[in-house]
């Protein structure tokens, strides 16, 4: 157990719709990272927030936005859903900002399935 | 991006010692080299970084190459719960983990 809670575990919705994923961080952790992993782009970096404001952006769509709050949980709002939306969304937390001496701790993920 | 260069697959015997590759030739001095990796349905997982010097932890060793340019993760007694997707990444900064296809290693009982 990393620490790192997601909710829900699974959301099965329809194309066009708009979902939240909810990420809880490890304790005092102040980054959170959002990563997409499909079957076919592998494992990718959507964004990361840093007590509070967006610090880098990765190959996040404009349909896509997330937020962290003062009490450092975040979530990732997915809007307009299409089925190459359906993948694992996985969030991670890490203590401080800079990433070299950084280990991110991983969630379990949120299986999205849009039909 | 500072890439890395990995097996796509390798398979070793339970209880072996396995050897998990990793070219990284475009290193800069500024780069950690980060190892992390994913057990099936399950979130990636931290196991181990350095920079220049060989590291030891738990759960693996870190060896890195004199001029720097590749580095192995040794798993010293390979069980099966060890079988999973290795990731080799090259960090500095505040740059994200960028995640590569990985080595898929099976571990045979």
């Known amino acids: 157990d990393s620490g790192v809670t997601q909710t829900p575990k699974h959301l099965i919705t329809a194309t066009g719709q708009r979902v939240t994923l909810r990420c809880s961080p490890r304790?005092?952790?102040?980054?959170v990272y959002w990563y997409q992993q499909s079957l076919d782009q592998g494992l990718q970096f959507l964004i990361q927030?840093?007590?509070?404001?967006?610090?880098a952006k990765g190959n996040i769509l404009e349909r896509f936005s997330a937020q962290q709050f003062p009490d450092l949980h975040s979530e990732l709002n997915l809007s307009s859903l299409e089925l190459g939306d359906s993948a694992l969304y996985f969030c991670?937390?890490?203590?401080?900002?800079?990433?070299?001496?950084?280990?991110?701790?991983f969630g379990p993920g949120t299986r999205l399935t849009v039909l | 991006d500072a890439k890395t260069t990995q097996p796509n697959s390798m398979e070793s015997n339970e209880e072996e010692p396995v050897h998990l590759p990793c070219n990284h030739s475009?290193?800069?001095?500024?780069?950690?080299i980060h190892w992390y990796r994913q057990l099936p349905s399950q979130g990636p997982e931290y196991v181990i970084h350095?920079?220049?010097s060989n590291v030891n932890n738990r759960m693996a060793s870190l060896a890195i190459a004199e001029d720097r340019k590749s580095s192995t993760l040794i798993l010293h007694r390979a069980t099966l719960r060890d079988a999973a997707v290795y990731y080799c990444?090259?960090?500095?900064?505040?740059?994200?983990?960028?995640f590569g296809k990985g080595t898929r290693l099976s571990v045979i009982a």
């Open positions: 304790s005092g952790d102040l980054s």
């Open positions: 350095g920079l220049t």
């Open positions: 990444i090259l960090l500095s900064g505040n740059t994200p983990l960028v």
């Open positions: 927030y840093y007590n509070g404001e967006e610090r």
């Open positions: 475009t290193i800069s001095g500024t780069d950690y």
């Open positions: 991670a937390s890490s203590p401080r900002l800079e990433g070299w001496y950084n280990e991110q701790f």
